[in-house]
């Protein structure tokens, strides 16, 4: 049996992997703004769910949240990072309070999170951290930027903290979702107030959408997080639906081929040709 912690567990992937925990006998304390999303869960599997009311831009929350988990389940073997949600709008479009929230939420809350676990994870001697990033977190997409440079914090941040880590037998994953039938695009989003001169572009990109075949099932999502948190030796990145890995091999060449061209300029940065 493993214990766990996953944050934003009220809905959308973050559910999906508290049910599948759940499902197989795990005990998770699961974590939402507000109690009532997380009732059903409760109503349904007991004890083995423990609901805890947190708010991760809350720094103080969220150490009382870890604290609370610890000693409700007497261990945390995986803790997921999963609370967030969508900014739309074109980077000229964002307001700077919705730039500043987004980062509170998906970066600040994660980090505040991490920080917290740590001295659980290292006192244990194992533990494993899975922090939800995006495809949007290795390329990006017009009309995503808020978001997108909030999810390239978590993966650097990540980055970094696995390498720290990895000889205090704490694991770190950066799961990286492609599109899933939830409501992130829906209730869950903001979204910037348009400015006209990107109409043009608006249009475009409404004219190419996604066909429903690369849309996952978020059901399918539960039984891959349960294979990863198994592994004994977990990758330090894993992609989660079919479009990332249609897409992201090929901005990676596009990348290496430009470094190359550019390899001439690059190497001349050295130092000062006086000649």
């Known amino acids: 049996m493993k214990h766990w912690l996953i944050t934003g567990a009220n809905r959308g992937l973050g559910r999906e992997f508290a049910l599948a925990a759940l499902e197989r006998g795990d005990r998770v304390a699961v974590t939402a703004r507000t109690p009532e999303g997380l009732a059903d869960l409760v109503a349904r599997f007991g004890a083995q769910a423990v609901p805890l009311t947190l708010d991760i831009t809350d720094r103080a929350a969220c150490f009382a949240a870890v604290a609370q988990a610890q000693a409700e389940l007497g261990q945390l073997d995986v803790v997921v990072n999963n609370a967030g949600y969508g900014l739309f709008g074109m980077v000229e479009e964002l307001s700077e309070a919705q730039m500043r929230q987004q980062m509170e939420v ?111 099932n978020p059901a399918a999502a539960g039984p891959a997080i349960l294979k990863l948190v198994d592994a004994q030796t977990p990758p330090r990145r894993l992609f989660l639906g079919v479009l990332p890995t249609m897409l992201v091999p090929g901005a990676y060449q596009q990348r290496l081929a430009e470094w190359d061209t550019w390899k001439e300029v690059s190497v001349a940065a050295t130092q000062v040709n006086h000649g």
């Open 106 to 216: 998906n970066f600040f809350g994660l980090f505040h999170m991490t920080q917290a676990v740590l001295p659980v994870l290292r006192a244990q001697g194992a533990g494993h951290l899975v922090q939800i990033s995006t495809v949007g977190g290795v390329i990006t997409f017009p009309g995503l930027g808020g978001y997108h440079a909030s999810k390239w914090a978590v993966e650097g941040l990540s980055d970094a903290l696995a390498q720290e880590v990895a000889g205090l037998g704490i694991h770190v994953t950066l799961v990286e979702p492609g599109p899933y039938a939830t409501d992130w695009s829906g209730s869950s989003a903001i979204h910037a107030v348009p400015n006209a001169a990107y109409d043009g572009l608006r249009a475009a990109l409404g004219a190419m959408q996604l066909p429903p075949e690369v849309f996952g």
